[in-house]
């Protein structure tokens, strides 16, 4: 099992950044692929991004290609979202996840691939 715990949520304006992370402990955290979701109000949780276990490929939600960016550091345990040029439509609970690191693309963006998540962290985007 592994334990992750995000931070860097907030409130910013229409157009601003923020950087969420992701600390895992109790599990080799090389081992594993990572993913970003989000939760609106009322809406099913969807995907944002994920990495694979060496941060050599990474994927994106055609709704956040070219405004986020995901990455890893092995040595620290952590997993990043690097969000810019931000949206009302960003506006979620977003959400760390964990799974074994397969090698099979498909399950990157299912979130019942995923084993373990943290308690999500809230985005709010201001207009």
């Known amino acids: 099992q592994v334990q992750l715990v995000e931070s860097g949520g907030g409130l910013v304006q229409v157009g601003g950044s923020l950087r969420l992370s992701c600390a895992a402990s109790?599990?080799?955290?090389?081992?594993?692929?990572m993913g970003w979701f989000r939760q609106a109000p009322g809406k099913e949780r969807e995907f944002v991004s994920g990495i694979n276990w060496s941060g050599s490929r990474t994927y994106y939600a055609d709704s956040v290609k070219g405004r986020f960016t995901i990455s890893r550091d092995n040595g620290k345990n952590m997993v990043y979202l690097q969000m810019d040029s931000l949206k009302p439509d960003d506006t979620a609970v977003y959400y760390c996840?964990?799974?074994?690191?397969?090698?099979?693309?498909?399950?990157?963006?299912?979130?019942?691939?995923?084993?373990?998540w943290g308690q999500g962290a809230q985005v709010t985007v201001s207009s």
């Open positions: 996840a964990a799974r074994p690191n397969t090698g099979i693309v498909a399950l990157t963006y299912r979130p019942t691939a995923y084993d373990d």
């Open positions: 109790g599990r080799t955290f090389s081992s594993l692929a």
